[in-house]
């Protein structure tokens, strides 16, 4: 056979402005570069505990059992997903967004039933329908999307939910993939019993090490189960050997992961979570404003406008197609961007806003380079009103 011939790794310049991975703080870069020790080294059992620390407060959670999961967030999702769901359960999902529908097939593989709570894509949940799909359904657990990355759709008034489930005896699953660190989320005050995330949103680490928090409640439905998970990796009571009091060996932690995301969490702690969320907010703002002076308008409303992921439609008379522009922003300005899935799939583009890359600097480049990017597709726009309005929103914010 013949020797491959790959030259060394150069990749190119980017802004990760899509719907993630999504920038990477320098700090990050150069603690996963600090060499690895072993797994069961007492300094990386140190490691651990203070990851687990920064998750735990991260998620505003006291829950003891609080890890990153090896793998990314599917990983993270499907570990939740799959030890909360016990054969023959009834398990409630949201059918607004992609993730849902991820959610509905892992329940699937784990022996569950889904069946859905309805909402269009880009609207959130109405608690009238959750409370109604409880009544028809009884369902043991509920998922949804705090942040559904398909939309741009925050769910609002989590306890609103939580409460209903709670009232029936279900427990509550959240998708927190992409709020996590940019967006408010406070597990325990809001009820949420398990809730999964990943790094590479507004953590701004490489995808890898995933959150995960389950409480008391949850934790006992998991240890309880009269048969085990089906996945042997992601079986939360043998995690708990390695990531519980024992230490003891159960798969190796992938340590260079888990040295991204305690300096990620890091991060977020020295900037403060609640000011954290108020950047997002504000940088966000002018980028939804920017958006739409050029006629790209929002999908989600105010109310349930989602900041680390802005979904907009591109002007009717464009007569463009998202690719066409998504290729040009890469291209032509190094700048990544995404478009639509599943419902809104060739309508819409989608604009990331997260964690290291949430700059006013980041978005006022974006809608310029999306304005010049639009005027050499032949779209009849006012290219200046965009990074203008951004400017002005920033300014009066
Ligand atoms: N859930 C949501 C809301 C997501 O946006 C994603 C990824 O984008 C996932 C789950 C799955 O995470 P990953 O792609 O890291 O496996």
Redesign the pocket.
């Known amino acids: 056979m013949q020797r491959p011939q790959v030259g060394e790794l150069s990749p190119p310049d980017r802004l990760l402005m899509g ?2 991975p999504s920038e990477v703080h320098p700090r990050t870069l150069r603690a996963m570069a600090a060499p690895p020790v072993g797994h069961l080294d007492p300094a990386f059992i140190d490691v651990m505990d203070e990851t687990q620390e920064l998750l735990r407060y991260v998620l505003q959670t006291e829950n003891r059992w609080t890890i990153p999961v090896s ?7 499907e570990a939740a997903i799959g030890n909360l769901t016990r054969p023959g359960d009834t398990v409630l999902v949201p059918s607004n ?3 849902g529908d ?1 959610m509905a097939a892992m329940v699937r593989r784990a022996g569950g039933a889904p069946v859905r709570v309805d909402a269009p894509w880009g609207e959130p949940l109405a608690p009238d329908d959750v409370q109604e799909a409880f009544t028809e359904h009884d369902p043991d657990l509920f998922g949804f ?6 939309t741009g759709v925050k769910q609002p008034d989590v306890p609103a939910l939580t409460d209903i489930a709670h009232d029936n005896d279900a427990l509550v699953v959240a ?4 709020s996590l660190g940019g967006v408010e989320f406070r597990m325990d005050d809001w009820g949420v019993d398990a809730a ?6 507004c953590l701004s680490c490489p ?1 890898g090490a ?1 959150p995960l928090s389950l409480n008391h409640a949850a934790m006992e439905r998991v240890q309880s189960r009269e048969e085990r998970p089906r996945s042997w990796y992601l079986d939360l009571s043998l995690l708990d050997d390695y990531w519980g009091e024992e230490r003891a060996y159960h798969h190796t932690a992938p340590v260079s992961n888990v040295y991204a995301l305690r300096e990620s969490l890091r991060l977020v702690v020295e900037e403060g979570l609640e000011d954290r969320w108020a950047r997002h907010e504000r940088v966000a703002g002018a980028l939804r404003e920017g958006l739409a002076a050029m006629g790209l308008e929002p999908v989600a409303e105010p109310d349930w406008w989602l900041p680390s ?1 802005n979904t907009a439609r591109l002007p009717e008379a464009a007569h463009v197609e998202p690719g066409d522009v998504i290729d040009r922003m890469l291209e032509e300005h190094g700048i990544e961007i995404a478009g639509g899935l599943g419902d809104l799939a060739g309508e819409v583009l989608r604009v990331g806003c997260m964690g290291y890359g949430a700059t006013p600097d980041n978005v006022t480049a974006l809608v310029a380079a999306l304005g010049d990017s639009l005027l050499a597709l032949g779209v009849d726009v006012d290219a200046d009103a965009g990074p203008a309005t951004v400017r002005e929103s920033l300014r009066s914010n």
């Not at 998708?175 to 992409?178: C, E, M, P, S």
């Not at 999964?196 to 949103?201: C, H, T």
């Open positions: 719907p993630g793998g990314t967030g599917s990983a993270a999702m967004g992609y993730f991820r999307v705090h942040a559904e990355t398909s998708d927190v993939v992409t999964y995330s990943a790094g590479q949103k995808p995933s992921l």
